[in-house]
């Protein structure tokens, strides 16, 4: 049986320092943020990689507005569709919007309904101040009401 040939026992020990910026990138876009963030911090290469890439600042800046989107769901959500997954709080606050949706539709409806009933109102009152009074007396009122005498 033939043997293996030898390897000699000293390791060539690489730095990062020597590795290409492109290649410190493509490694840590593999991680999630936490923890690539964590890395910025034990290594000044690395913070620099980070810092002066557009993309891995991208992916940290995407990561916030998640992780804050959910936080000011949770602020907003009643008490009832809290939940620890954030899977389920998005799920809720999604739900939650369709009900406030419809609820402000509703009211809606119902306002443009009492503004209807009010101009009816308005022009059913004009027509019998008529009635009553004239059109000589209902002009003589509005010039009284406009003076402030009859308020």
């Given at each position: 049986m033939a043997s293996l040939p030898s390897t000699p026992n000293t390791t060539e020990r690489r730095s990062l320092s020597e590795l290409p910026e492109i290649l410190i990138e493509e490694i840590l876009l593999h991680l999630e943020v936490p923890e690539m963030v964590h890395c910025r911090e034990l290594c000044s290469r690395v913070r620099d990689v980070i810092d002066d890439s557009d993309h891995l600042q991208?992916?940290?800046?995407?990561?916030?507005?998640?992780e804050v989107s959910v936080y000011k769901l949770r602020d907003v959500l009643p008490q009832e569709l809290q939940a620890e997954d954030e899977a389920v709080v998005l799920n809720n606050a999604a739900d939650y919007m369709d009900v406030l949706e419809r609820s402000n539709e509703l009211l809606e409806e119902r306002l443009n309904r009492i503004f209807r009933e009010l101009e009816e109102l308005k022009a059913v009152t004009l027509e019998n101040a008529r009635r009553v009074l004239g059109e000589q007396g209902l002009s003589d009122f509005s010039n009284?009401?406009?003076e402030g005498e009859y308020v």
């Open positions: 991208d992916e940290i800046d995407y990561y916030i507005e998640e009284h009401v406009g």
